[in-house]
């Protein structure tokens, strides 16, 4: 998820106001690389029925076979689900982190094969935040158990924790967290990249122009006539302060009249994962691995090593990184030489 500054939370998410799609380099083509199966498929999630926002409970969901899938019929792959950050969809994201030249580079420099499932969370304020909410729908659910089970019964996978990792970026690495931290019984290993939305958020900005411009709106729909920001603002709240009797966007702003509602601060505070953490120690310890990397330019890089700091307090066992990069120019890079080589080692293979 992407900074927007004077929006009315201060979300903290990069050092500056970001496009919906950013422009990042690919690594080099890696010789010799086969050419893995690039499938776009729908999958219906019972858990995202009846959103009072009214996104779709059917999501676009990319799927990157390996090289081998089509020509050993009878061999199964662990599973990576990899989840994109705010402002851009599943499609944005295999442009953002060069799907599938940089997955197809990490097999032919030695990572062992693996299916990677890429799921669409978009909603109509540009994110779910991967959170379970009456107003956006069930998104921790969407990913822990509805798409898991449909891949499972679509592809040959090897269907067990110990074998399906969880990975993402920005909103993803805050999705990973939260999701994580839920579901070990679910995952095997997991690896943060750049996550967003660790610590908790207090109002800032221009609060009450904000709030005059949510005013303005009778659909959800309508927030895209807003600023980066005040839509972000927006996706956290739907995701984090729900309100069913509140239409037409049924949220609670943390602010009324420009001045913080400290109840619903407290509700935004309760999900941000450096707060989560104690309460979900023993799942954590049930990882065969966690990953956790931010660019050193990266505005969200203080946060991420507060997480670092937490995991060690509790004795976690973890891969740390601070690589030189800001909050996406190293993404691409990272997912075929760190990534994806980190569940070819953590993962269990047949």
């Given amino acids: ?6 929006a009315a939370i ?4 990069i050092a500056a106001p970001a496009a919906a799609q950013v422009a990042t380099p690919a690594p080099p083509a890696v010789p010799g690389a086969r050419a893995a199966t690039v499938e776009r498929i729908t999958v219906h999630s019972p858990a995202l029925e009846h959103s009072l926002e009214g996104d779709s409970a059917d999501r676009a969901v990319i799927v990157v076979l ?3 899938y089509r020509t050993s019929p009878r061999r199964r792959y662990p599973v990576v689900y990899a989840l994109h950050g705010y402002s851009i969809g599943a499609e944005q994201w295999t442009r953002e982190i060069h799907v599938p030249q940089t997955i197809e580079g990490a097999f032919a420099k030695g990572a062992r094969e693996m299916i990677v499932v890429l799921p669409d969370s978009k ?5 779910s935040m ?8 069930d998104y921790e659910t969407f990913v822990s158990r509805d798409l898991v089970a449909f891949v499972d019964a679509r592809y040959r996978t090897v269907a067990d924790r110990a074998s399906r990792g969880l990975a993402g970026h920005s909103m993803g690495g805050y999705g990973t967290a939260r999701i994580g931290m839920k579901h070990p019984e679910v995952f095997g290993a997991l690896y943060m990249m750049s ?3 660790l610590s908790a958020r207090t109002p800032g900005g221009d609060a009450a122009a904000d709030e005059r411009a949510v005013a303005a709106l009778r659909t959800p729909g309508d927030s895209a006539t807003l600023g980066w920001g005040q839509r972000a603002q ?6 984090w302060s729900p309100n069913p ?5 049924f949220l609670d702003l943390p602010t009324e009249n420009g001045r913080a509602r400290p109840e619903v601060v407290a509700r935004w505070a309760a999900n941000a994962p450096l707060a989560m953490l104690d309460q979900y120690v023993g799942n954590l310890r049930r990882y065969r691995a966690i990953g956790l990397d931010v660019g050193d330019r990266d505005g969200l890089k203080d946060d991420a090593r507060a997480l670092h700091d937490a995991l060690d307090r509790y004795g976690i066992a973890h891969r740390w990184a601070v690589y030189p990069g800001d909050h996406v120019s190293g993404v691409a890079t990272r997912v075929q030489d760190e990534v994806i080589p980190f569940f070819a080692q953590s993962l269990v293979f047949p």
């Fill in 245 to 249: 009797r509140k239409p037409p966007l």
């Fill in 10 to 13: 201060a979300l903290a998410m």
């Fill in 123 to 127: 909603t109509a304020h540009n994110g």
């Fill in 195 to 197: 996550p967003c939305c």
């Fill in 234 to 239: 927006l996706a956290a709240a739907a995701a």
């Fill in 66 to 68: 390996p090289p081998s």
């Fill in 1 to 6: 998820m992407r900074l927007a500054r004077g």
């Fill in 130 to 137: 991967y959170s379970a909410s009456v107003t956006t729908g």
